[in-house]
């Protein structure tokens, strides 16, 4: 048998799997804290973070985390919304998996599904109560696109019981694949509080980011 000459074979490096993160914005809060503890794990994944919406803010820490980092800044409207769900489609197509990081994201996977398939490994969270975005005129539209982008979610996640239940409730996506998972964000040990004294009392408020919304 003829000798194989090594030589002549290159081996190709494995495929990296792809991750395709959809976001509706970003402005620096928890659901953006909780990505980028996500991003740093992810060492043998290419990521791709694409927000859909114009207004994005204080999102350097992403897009120095992720692989790619796109800003497509859509107007925050119905036309801009339909506009923002084609334009990501390009993206779907080339991606292994798709996470949809909060509510607005979910509605334009909704209307994007309306034209194509979804990718059939989506995984999806949501970080603020679903009844918290109940409000106005077109979420009985919205949840309707919610559940049909999520209808075939392999995942979905949320950071807190009763997101988790109000999910359940509202009949998002498959009961079986609805998991509680908390905040993945990272704490720096180097921020400490010096008390002047070992029995000084120490009161520490936390709070959501404050905002409009």
């Known amino acids: 048998m003829e000798q194989i000459d ?10 990296l ?37 114009a207004g994005c803010r204080d999102f350097n820490e992403v897009a120095d985390l992720a692989d790619e980092f796109v800003m497509l800044d859509y107007p925050r409207s119905p036309g801009g919304l339909v506009g923002a769900s084609r334009a990501i489609a390009t993206h779907l197509q080339h991606s292994d998996v798709v996470y949809s990081l909060m509510r607005g994201s979910h509605v334009a996977l909704g209307v994007s599904s309306l034209l194509k398939r979804l990718p059939s490994e989506l995984i999806a ?8 975005d109940e409000t106005g005129v077109f979420s009985l539209v919205e949840n309707m ?5 999520l209808r075939h979610a392999k995942l979905i996640t949320a950071p ?3 997101a988790v239940s109000q999910i359940r409730q509202r009949r998002y996506g498959p009961h079986a ?3 509680y998972e908390p905040n993945l964000i990272r704490v720096d040990s180097r921020e400490t509080i010096r008390r002047e004294s070992s029995g000084a009392p120490l009161r520490l408020l936390a709070c959501g980011r404050l905002s409009k919304q």
Request: net charge positive.
């Open 6 to 15: 090594q030589e002549k074979f290159v081996s190709e490096p494995p495929k």
């Open 125 to 132: 969270t949501f970080h603020q109560l679903p009844s918290a």
């Open 177 to 179: 694949r609805l998991v």
């Open 17 to 53: 799997k792809s991750l395709l993160v959809v976001a509706p914005w970003l402005e620096g809060g928890g659901a953006q804290k909780s990505l980028c503890g996500l991003l740093r794990g992810l060492t043998d994944t290419h990521t791709t973070v694409v927000t859909l919406f």
């Open 160 to 162: 807190s019981e009763s």
């Open 145 to 149: 696109l919610v559940r049909k982008a």
